[in-house]
């Protein structure tokens, strides 16, 4: 069974940097597609960045030059690098994986995902 666990939430001022965890169990690090996602009160989940099996990364506009996504697969553990954050940013995050290939159009959506961790709550003040 897949397990995803989060962690590196806080609070943190406008142009702060954390580093959000997912530490994975279930799956082999190296046959996953990981992607995170941010939701906030009110609005939709949002698709922020992803890492394809051959390392291959996508960002959401609103993200790029800012963030990054990356996976140690002797962790195996997925990462979320997110720098100069603004109060925008303010959301719960979330880790997912999934082991299936989709056409790059598919490329941040929920539903290319199966696999879901419980979030952790990221808060940027101004």
């Known amino acids: 069974q897949v397990q995803l666990v989060e962690s590196g939430g806080g609070s943190v001022q406008t142009g702060g940097s954390l580093r959000l965890s997912c530490a994975a169990s279930g799956v082999l690090p190296s046959t996953y597609y990981g992607g995170w996602f941010r939701q906030s009160p009110g609005k939709e989940r949002e698709g922020v960045a992803q890492i394809d099996v051959d390392g291959r990364t996508t960002y959401a506009e609103s993200v790029k030059g800012r963030f990054t996504i990356s996976k140690d697969n002797a962790k195996n553990t997925l990462y979320l690098q997110m720098s100069s954050l603004k109060p925008e940013d303010t959301a719960m995050y979330y880790c997912?994986?999934?082991?299936?290939?989709?056409?790059?159009?598919?490329?941040?959506?929920?539903?290319?995902?199966?696999?879901w961790g419980r979030g952790t709550q990221v808060t940027v003040s101004s």
């Open positions: 997912a994986a999934d082991l299936r290939s989709f056409h790059t159009s598919w490329s941040l959506r929920q539903a290319r995902f199966s696999y």
